[in-house]
């Protein structure tokens, strides 16, 4: 029987980006360019006059920190978490950017869907959040209060605090750099299948097909302004996890 | 079950991994059910929450998208499955 099937890449041609120079290549390159994003912004919003009502790259930067402060900061840590603002204003700009570039025609790939960026975040949160509960609590306090939370029935304690160990220590790095990667990865294996789908219905030899081209066409646009809002989602949900878990080693049970 | 490899075979009698093929299909599959019913619970009922006191919109707003992050995360460990079985 003859079967109609898509000429699909191999996923190599996909994910895997030639070096531009040695152990630099296109992903890196995009990682390059969020940092110095985020940096040009706010070095532009600070040679802005603080004494008149923002305008311009100045307005951006402050609702952004107005947004990070208010909306993150107070809603997980509290007031005096303040301090980590610049932190996690990093943190969302660095990830944003890098998720942004899935849809900006020349890039058109997530950073973020190689495991390399998300890892090292996962990694660098972990550490943060655990050098803050051994700097407020003390290290045998930390552990005891994190695997052994209040209020629990002591003979529960055998069940439950080898779950809360493993869930503090070790899923939650696993989950925050999987959520982020797949998610990306995710959407842009999607864009590729619709893309690739309308390119082979264009091209295609029966002309009975040829005019079905505007179906897949409408879900890649559809789809392009989806991951618009993947993007600043999973942005504001790696930071927001970050404050939490910031939070939650700064005040246990609170 | 036999139906889908006895399909897969017809489909691409030559190919050596249609086995991880048919595996990784259905991890996903089952992978997305859980979460999707979770996401949905947990959306309703903060619109439940928001219709029934609009003061507290915000707030639920937040833990809702805290509370959807965390079932997504179930569903895309299922899609890692998937990814690694098809193309590892």
Redesign the interface.
Known sequence: ?S?LALDFPE?SHLLVWPDIFPTFNKVALIGVFSVVATVVIFLLANRKDPMVAPTGVRNVAEVSVDFIED?IVM?TIGRDGLGWTPFLVSIFFFVFFCNITEIIPTAQMPATARMAIPATMALVVWLVYNAVGIKHQGFFSYIKNSCFPPGVPFALYFLVAPIEFVSTFIVRPF?LA??L???M??GHLLLVTFAILTDALITANTAALKPLFVLPFFMLVFLTAFEILVSV?QA??FT??TA?YIGGAAHPDH | MEAVSILAQ??NPDEKNNQAAIGAGFAYGLAAIGPGIGIGYVVGKAIEAMARQPEAA??VR?TM??GI??T??LA??G??VF?LL??A
């Open positions: 029987m079967v996923i909306d809603q989950s999987i959520r990667f797949a998610n990865l995710a989602l504001y949900i927001i996890l939490v | 017809q489909f915000g707030m937040t998208f805290l992050a965390f997504e995360a895309l460990i899609f890692v990814i098809k193309f």
